[in-house]
């Protein structure tokens, strides 16, 4: 039993050691902190993340809004925000780029 939780201990040491290594800001991150960030500016609830985009400069997300909430659900109006963050995840800029219906198709 004491050479198994030396082992674990041992392997727990190594996992910490090799995540400090890792960048810590990757596209889970991003996607997180800007929904986060729009929800808290806009003040409307996040759907979901639609895409996340590395740039040189940091990260571009595309957060899906719910912008007014309808009956039945399918006629809610929803958009997406495309959300610019810097490589620490603070939010440097957003725009709607699109605004429709639950129930519609993409074209």
Known sequence: M???RR?????????????ARRPARGPEHAARAASKSLEGLIGHPTE???AVRREDDGWCVVVDVLEVP???DTTSLLASYE???DRDGELLQYRRVRRYRRGAADE
Do not use: C, D
């Not at 082992?7 to 995540?19: D, F, L, Q, V």
């Open 48 to 50: 979901g993340v639609s």
């Open 2 to 4: 004491a050479e198994e």
């Open 70 to 72: 309808r009956i039945p």
């Open 83 to 85: 959300v610019q963050l």
């Open 7 to 19: 082992t674990h201990a041992g392997s727990s040491k190594t996992a910490t050691a090799s995540r």
